[in-house]
């Protein structure tokens, strides 16, 4: 089974960074678009950040002027720079990967990001 590996959680200060991490499979066929999403609890998952094959980058309002989202394309890893962060951002934050050859989205198991004093 394919699986996306996510690293890079924890617990920080409001105001502080972070950056998130995720190993893509080099088996994945497809790749239409790289991202992330987070889910905060009592709440759906929502769009974070991501970026196309082309390099193009969106992002949700909510986190725009303060993450960026990147790639290492010679270590098939994905980033999340998460700058300024905010309580509200504390949510589990799931890499994915969207395969037109698969027509679905792959997901990683997710990790807990956490901004707290």
């Known amino acids: 089974q394919v699986q996306l590996v996510e690293s890079g959680g924890g617990l920080v200060q409001p105001g502080g960074s972070l950056r998130l991490s995720c190993v893509v499979p080099?088996?994945?066929?497809?790749?239409?678009?790289m991202g992330w999403h987070r889910q905060a609890p009592g709440n759906e998952r929502e769009f974070v950040a991501s970026m196309g094959t082309d390099s193009t980058t969106n992002y949700a309002d909510y986190v725009k002027g303060r993450f960026t989202i990147s790639r290492d394309s010679a270590k098939n890893t994905v980033y999340l720079q998460m700058n300024s962060l905010k309580p509200e951002d504390t949510a589990v934050y799931y890499c994915?990967?969207?395969?037109?050859?698969?027509?679905?989205?792959?997901w990683g198991q997710g990790t807990q990001v956490t901004v707290s004093t």
């Open positions: 994915n990967v969207y395969s037109w050859f698969r027509g679905d989205y792959y």
């Open positions: 080099g088996s994945i066929r497809g790749i239409h678009t």
